[in-house]
């Protein structure tokens, strides 16, 4: 996304998603089935229940970039965290996506073999241990009955900790 243009994408994803889709503020409280994009020229991370916009560092040649989203996820909500990789150009997302995986959360990429932009799920899938590689219609259904699985915390693949559901609660 060009810093000098307007993004239309929450809008788009409104319409599509059939809930509200927004470039949050700094600091905006994160809500149940709401969509956070984002805005241009700005990175987008999580923690303790809320949003940060910052003005980083590009990443991938990008800002905003994925990795940073899914680094933040990682770090903040360890095993509840599903990351997603799309179509897209370069590798945004790949150290992204390792870091979800080292904190026991669940990687899912586009069939690249559909992607309009094959890049991103190529890379993400070579360089990383996948849970599902689906097609892009699938992708709803699959985080659906992802949100619901039971998942413990503490340490990867540790028995131990405490159960809790994937769905972000506020």
Known sequence: MSPARESFLPHILTRQA????LHPEHGQKIEMSHIYVAPPDFHLLVANSHVDVVHGPRENRSRPAIDPLFRSAALNYGPR????ILSGALDDGTAGLQAI???GGVAIVQDHAEANY???PQNAIFNNSIDHIVKAA?????????VEEEVRFGF???IHGDAARRRFRC
């Open 81 to 84: 965290v599903i990351g997603v």
């Open 101 to 103: 995986k080292r904190s």
């Open 118 to 120: 094959p890049a991103m």
């Open 138 to 146: 699938e992708i709803a259904p699959l985080l659906r009955a992802l």
């Open 156 to 158: 990867p693949g540790s």
């Open 18 to 21: 059939r809930m509200p889709a």
